[in-house]
């Protein structure tokens, strides 16, 4: 099992910034890859971007292509989401998760953390 904790959530207004980290402890060594995921009120959770432990492979859903950016830091085991150009629209709950496959199908991931908010004002 990988204990994930998100933070860096707040509130920012639209065509601002912001950073989430991800720290991973526990079996990391387990998970091929990891995620960011989003879910607003009333909407189902949808995939953000992910990346893998080794190589840093990366994909990136095209609502956010070309302005979230995700990287990770294997010797602190981890994982950050660049948010730039921010939108009302991108307001949620994020989370972080952890796989050992290459998806972006929530179901595939075994491991969540908690969530942190993110709030864009127009």
């Known amino acids: 099992q990988v204990q994930l904790v998100e933070s860096g959530g707040g509130l920012v207004q639209a065509g601002g910034s912001l950073r989430l980290s991800c720290a991973a402890s526990?079996?990391?060594?387990?998970?091929?890859?990891m995620g960011w995921f989003r879910q607003a009120p009333g909407k189902e959770r949808e995939f953000v971007a992910r990346i893998t432990w080794s190589g840093g492979s990366t994909y990136y859903a095209d609502s956010v292509k070309g302005r979230f950016t995700i990287s990770r830091d294997t010797a602190k085991n981890t994982v950050y989401l660049q948010m730039n150009s921010l939108k009302p629209e991108d307001t949620a709950v994020y989370y972080c998760a952890a796989t050992n496959e290459i998806t972006s199908s929530a179901r595939r991931y075994y491991d969540w953390g908690q969530g942190t908010q993110v709030t864009v004002s127009s």
């Open positions: 526990g079996r990391t060594f387990s998970s091929y890859a």
